[in-house]
């Protein structure tokens, strides 16, 4: 069976788990946080960074959530999640990217390291500086999934897509933490209640990171 | 005809480059500095980040330097990049995305930030510990791509593939920045010697950064 190495509050982990979730990819959870990883880690992933997806059968380690999902897409024919044409497929991944280089660097890496990091980690309290950006930054990514939401079914076109998936996956880390706020942002809200209530969403949304709670509103599809 | 919008050291464009030349996809550059990019690039790419592909006919553009090569890679039988079986894909893809955000991270981006836009928009001396930082991590990479070419004919195994170049890619601009030193990398050294005298290099070893000079062993490929 598949093994996913992971952490609960890993954006790109999820990513990965919703996929696999939806092409019904059958896996086993593995917890390891990269900060306090041992050798056995780093033996599988010399870069030390989750998700690291392992097949002990065939001794095949696949890495970096774009590739491990690329690699499904390409072995799993259930519910294509990078589809449609080449120019749709270049939107997907153009999307994609978007979410998991640029809202990750805004939004979810700083509310990561200022509530996750530094309270497990360093034992020091947050920066309200760097929320503040985070959650400024975070209103202008949402404003752009309004309008693409306001203009498209999905947000890279008709079908539901892996840019979907990606999307979700940064805000709901980032809502775990406190980071979003929704109001202003309608269609945006309207359309992360769709996925929240999908049922690859459902694991994710119960599980809870030690020391760290998240708010009432955040596993609350209707929210 | 193909239109990319560039600038001669954003490693992206230039693996993004090097993947159409070896492909034979005809394409025509624009040079943009997102950094004082108008409304016309905006436009293009609401993230204002090259490189972007742009086909005036279709009316179509490409974002994001993986998604494009993806895009070529589905609708151009030539010279394929991705080539191999869907765990061979997996590989090649784990390292250009190493390349394109860990080396990036590590070495290229602080060199840029340092040597290029403190020059071109800050006007500022670049920071000395910085450099040294950015010159020990490019060492680290160096040793991996050693590792890799002593164990396989090309980075991601016998194949020549999209891995090469996007380390190629990051590689040259630091290079151009003055971060690399090969002593203690031989097989790097040779590795990077055979594809910088590939003919698809040429142009870009050939191009200058307005202000900033290249060391002069840059674009000597027996350097
Ligand atoms: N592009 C990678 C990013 C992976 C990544 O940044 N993972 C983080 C956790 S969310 C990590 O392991 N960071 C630890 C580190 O970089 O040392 C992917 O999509 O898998
Ligand atoms: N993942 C993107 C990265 C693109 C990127 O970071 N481009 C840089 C130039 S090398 C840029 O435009 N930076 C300006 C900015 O981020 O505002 C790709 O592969 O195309």
């Known amino acids: 069976m598949w093994q996913l190495y992971h952490f609960p509050l890993c954006p790109f ?3 990965v788990r919703l ?4 092409k019904g990819v059958t896996h086993e959870l593995t917890l390891v946080y990269p900060w306090q990883a041992g050798d056995a880690f780093f033996a599988l992933n010399p870069a030390g960074r989750t998700p ?3 097949q002990p059968e065939k001794k095949l380690t696949l890495i970096d959530s774009q590739a491990i999902c690329e690699y499904f897409e390409e072995t799993v024919d259930k519910s294509p999640l990078i589809l449609g044409t080449a120019a749709g497929r270049a939107e997907i991944r153009r999307l994609t990217a978007l979410f998991d280089e640029q809202f990750f660097a805004d939004v979810t890496a700083p509310l990561m390291f200022e509530k996750m990091k530094k309270r497990l980690v360093y034992r020091q309290p947050p920066d309200s500086q760097a929320l503040r950006t985070a959650m400024r930054l975070a209103h202008e990514h949402l404003d752009y999934i309004d309008w693409l939401t306001d203009t498209r079914r999905w947000l890279a076109g008709a079908q539901l897509s ?3 998936f990606a999307a979700a996956a940064q805000i709901s880390v980032a809502d775990y ?4 706020d ?3 942002h309608d269609s945006a809200h309207s359309w ?3 996925m929240k209530s999908r049922p ?3 694991p994710l949304l119960a599980e809870k990171m030690e020391g760290i709670p998240p708010p009432r509103h955040y596993a609350d599809v209707n929210a």
Request: a positive charge; glycine letters at 12%.
């Open 192 to 194: 992360y209640r769709v």
């Open 19 to 22: 996929a696999l979730s939806e």
């Open 182 to 184: 929704w109001s202003g």
């Open 162 to 164: 892996l840019a979907d």
């Open 13 to 15: 982990s999820r990513k």
């Open 200 to 202: 690859s969403f459902r």
């Open 177 to 180: 933490l406190g980071g979003i």
């Open 52 to 54: 690291v997806v392992y």
